[in-house]
């Protein structure tokens, strides 16, 4: 028996078969832009869960604690917020009183 083969022509695609390909690419790249998109603008978003807290320590001041827990911040900047979110209205914190931390 005697097997010949003939080269096969070219893929053709027809109008419809060209629409089909470029509505799935069109389709796949909206999906991945919108995916990228959406995880890039939750980044800035601060943590969820519960506030991170201090425990007051004996000798322990405000500054000490804005300094010891955010030693990136500018200490003015820290104490402040320290005092605003835990209702602070001086500058004096008792040991044993659990203070909450800004977030970020």
């Known amino acids: 028996m005697v097997t010949t083969s003939y080269p096969r022509p070219p893929l053709r695609l027809t109008r419809r078969g ?18 990228l998109l959406s995880t890039a603008s939750r980044a800035d978003q601060p943590a969820q869960g519960p506030a991170a807290t201090v425990i007051v320590q004996p ?11 955010a030693p990136r ?24 009183q659990t203070l909450q931390l800004p977030r970020g």
């Open 18 to 35: 060209r629409a089909v390909v470029l509505a799935f690419f069109v389709g796949t790249s909206t999906i991945a832009s919108a995916f």
């Open 59 to 69: 000798h322990d001041t405000l500054w000490s604690i804005a300094t010891r827990t």
């Open 73 to 96: 911040r500018d200490p003015y900047a820290a104490v402040a917020d320290l005092k605003k979110i835990n209702h602070i209205d001086g500058y004096v914190v008792h040991p044993g």
